[in-house]
T-cell receptor
């Protein structure tokens, strides 16, 4: 069966520090991968998605970047964190492009101080 | 563009009450429809799905029927439990969205004993 991992689970970082969040998927090949942010409240904002190694699409221009160095690895980064980057970051995968469901990881709670 | 609208929350019910959370959508073509549930501090879990008109998705006592004529996918449960307290998201995916999910804003459900 497929599983998705995210780490760290929680992170407290000062403003201006770098960020690296990692997501890995097991049990499937060539998944579509997604990064979402959930700020205070409940809404989900799609940040990046990837249909293959090295292929990244950005949905919202901001202080973050994403990379996919391996088929089942998706990394979210920032060179300098802002207070507004605080939130709950969720990684998800789906089988392929099309009308398919996505499966979410457990999330990373980021607090920028 | 495609969109999903959910009823406003929070919804507060007593244990064993009947639950309905309304969801309507706007989409071109024939989307797939989903309900996700998010427990506090966790990622989203796929609760149920329907891929074509008149399909009924069901899981853990929850049901939703894909109604093309009313563009709706309302979530129902006959008898809620305290453990059902969570945030519920309605979402759609269609081929013209390239695999991306369009989410509603979420509805918080609180079940009191």
């Amino acid at each position: 069966s497929q599983t998705i991992h995210q780490w760290p689970a929680t992170l407290v970082q000062p403003v201006g520090s770098p960020l690296s969040l990692e997501c890995t998927v097991e049990g499937t090949s060539n998944p579509n991968l997604y990064w979402y942010r959930q700020a205070a409240g409940r809404g989900l904002q799609l940040l990046f998605y990837s249909v293959g190694i090295g292929q990244i699409s950005s949905e919202v221009p901001q202080n973050l970047s994403a990379s996919r160095p391996q088929d089942r690895q998706f990394i979210l980064s920032s060179k300098k964190l802002l207070l507004s980057d605080s939130g709950f970051y969720l990684c998800a995968w789906s089988v392929a492009s099309g009308a398919y469901e996505q499966y979410f990881g457990p999330g990373t709670r980021l607090t920028v101080t | 563009g495609d969109s999903v609208t959910q009823m406003e929350g929070p919804v507060t019910l007593s244990e064993e009450a009947f639950l309905t959370i309304n969801c309507t959508y706007t989409a071109t073509g024939y989307p797939s429809l989903f309900w996700y549930v998010q427990y506090p501090g966790e990622g989203l879990q796929l609760l149920l799905k329907a891929t074509k008109a008149d399909d009924k998705g069901s899981n853990k006592g929850f049901e939703a029927t894909y109604r093309k004529e009313t563009t709706s996918f309302h979530l129902e449960k006959g008898s809620v439990q305290v453990s059902d307290s969570a945030v519920y998201f309605c979402a759609l995916s269609s081929y013209n969205q390239g695999g991306k999910l369009i989410f509603g804003q979420g509805t918080e459900l609180s079940v009191k004993p």
